[in-house]
């Protein structure tokens, strides 16, 4: 044991009876975000992190202008009911260059500049043409239909913060202010590979004993869709010499390093000492389901997850503990943490208080409302329970036995923007 204990950012937590709130914590303080960014275009910055504050040098919108089609009117102008000479028109993008006095109005199209002497649009609809004239309804409001210069966004003030995550609106708002490239940070170079004797791979024919390697797979869509530059290695055999070249090729191209498999009781004990060779690593027994026993630590500069092998167990310890961490890794400092809604249970689920479970679930609607039940089968080697599911059931660590009709915290797995 005493070879596992001495990760100097891990001091004071207890390996074998870790909280799912704990072990987050304790990989949390171990990680020291990157700092090194690079200019890119704007579009290849989306999903990049930010690595410097965007402060507009113009107003958006840079002038007045409107926000309907109608009449540009000065408002002082106004009574109950008013005829007004039109002068001229205002189109988007082409200014009406002449200045409107009392008793005069300028026909505007939406997006058009307020005509100088102008600070009121009265909408076409309501208007009438009277004998050349244009008469306008009484009930007007001063400056009504108008979007003001700076409205949007203005110029000096900061309107997206380092450390953000780019999202499409983002990609907009850049573009809005007339900037084409933006410093990002450079992206969190991710190394993983598989361990397992029985693991066969794709294209070859399946022995007795042997399961395809699922894990790789699953690893690479997750990791794909967090932005991260990735590295397979492939799978590697539980044989020392084996597993010592992948860690040492894999932490000196890395960041991070995740594997799958190797950390069970029945095997952990020839990768611990491993481990305590190689860096400072260790193994976790924490109180959740699935996904148990858990490696953590430092490999030369790089962070090790040591997954579980089970295929639902790598997918929840790596969505509950590695994409968070990830997340911080990259730089992210806006909220990434993926929220947990409340929604009612429309069947009883057994649960013992003692650790989190993280039960796959199918968010559906019935009358008007959203509930929640499991995809059935709940055990750490079903996949299929979460390639059918649409969230987590999050059932937390002092939770007992839910009874149908409870609320219950769901996770999602697909968010909007
Ligand atoms: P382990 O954690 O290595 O004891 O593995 C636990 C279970 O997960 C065993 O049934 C393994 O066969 C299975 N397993 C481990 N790695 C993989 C993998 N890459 N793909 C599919 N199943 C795996
Ligand atoms: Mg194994």
Redesign the pocket.
């Known amino acids: 044991m005493s070879i596992v204990e001495t990760v100097s950012c891990l001091d004071g937590y207890d390996p074998n009876a870790l909280r799912v709130d704990t072990a987050n914590e304790a990989i949390r303080s171990c990680l020291t975000p990157v700092t090194q960014s690079e200019s890119i275009p704007i579009r290849d910055a989306l999903g990049r992190v930010l690595a410097q504050d965007i402060v507009p040098a113009i107003n958006v919108p840079a002038h007045d202008n409107s926000a309907m089609d109608g009449y540009a009117v000065r408002f002082s102008d106004l009574k109950e009911e008013t005829l007004l000479e039109e002068i001229g028109s205002a189109f988007a993008g082409r200014v009406f260059e002449g200045k409107v006095g009392p008793g005069q109005c300028v026909r505007i199209m939406t997006g058009a500049v307020m005509p100088a002497g102008t600070d009121t649009v009265v909408i076409q609809e309501i208007t009438k043409k009277d004998n050349g004239r244009i008469a306008i309804p009484a009930g007007q409001k001063a400056k009504q239909n108008v979007r003001y210069a700076g409205e949007d966004l203005k110029a000096g003030v900061p309107v997206l913060k380092s450390g953000r995550m780019i999202r499409p609106a983002d990609l907009g708002l850049i573009a809005s202010l007339g900037i084409g490239s933006v410093q990002a940070k450079r992206k969190l170079r991710v190394a993983f590979f598989?361990?397992?004797d029985?693991?066969a791979s794709i294209g070859k024919p399946l022995r007795e004993g042997e399961?395809?390697?699922?894990?790789?797979y699953t690893l690479y869509g997750m990791l794909s869709r967090l932005g991260v530059q990735i590295s397979d290695l492939g799978?590697v055999r539980d044989d020392p010499a084996a597993l010592e070249a992948a860690f040492r090729t894999a932490s000196s191209q890395s960041d991070v390093v995740i594997t799958?498999?190797?950390?069970?009781v029945?095997?952990a004990d020839f990768v611990k000492q491993l481990m305590a060779r190689l860096g400072e690593v260790l193994f976790w027994k924490i109180a959740m389901r699935p996904g148990r026993?858990m490696a953590f630590g430092k490999i030369g500069d790089a962070f090790l997850f040591g997954l579980?092998?089970?295929?639902v167990a790598v997918m929840v310890t790596f969505y509950q503990f590695v994409r968070d961490a990830l997340m911080h890794l990259s730089g992210r400092t806006d909220e990434y943490t993926v929220p947990l809604m409340k929604v009612t249970s429309s069947h009883p689920l057994r649960k013992v208080p003692g650790r989190t479970e993280y039960q796959r679930g199918i968010l559906f609607r019935e009358d008007a409302e959203w509930k929640v039940r499991t995809t059935g089968q709940q055990g750490a080697?079903v996949l299929r329970s979460m390639s059918e599911a649409n969230c987590f059931i999050v059932l937390e660590h002092e939770r007992g036995r839910v009874e149908a009709g409870e609320a219950v915290s769901v996770q999602l797995f697909e968010g909007l923007a």
């Open positions: 598989a361990t397992g029985e693991l399961v395809y390697d699922s894990n790789r799978v799958t498999g190797g950390v069970s029945g095997e026993p579980p092998g089970n295929p080697g």
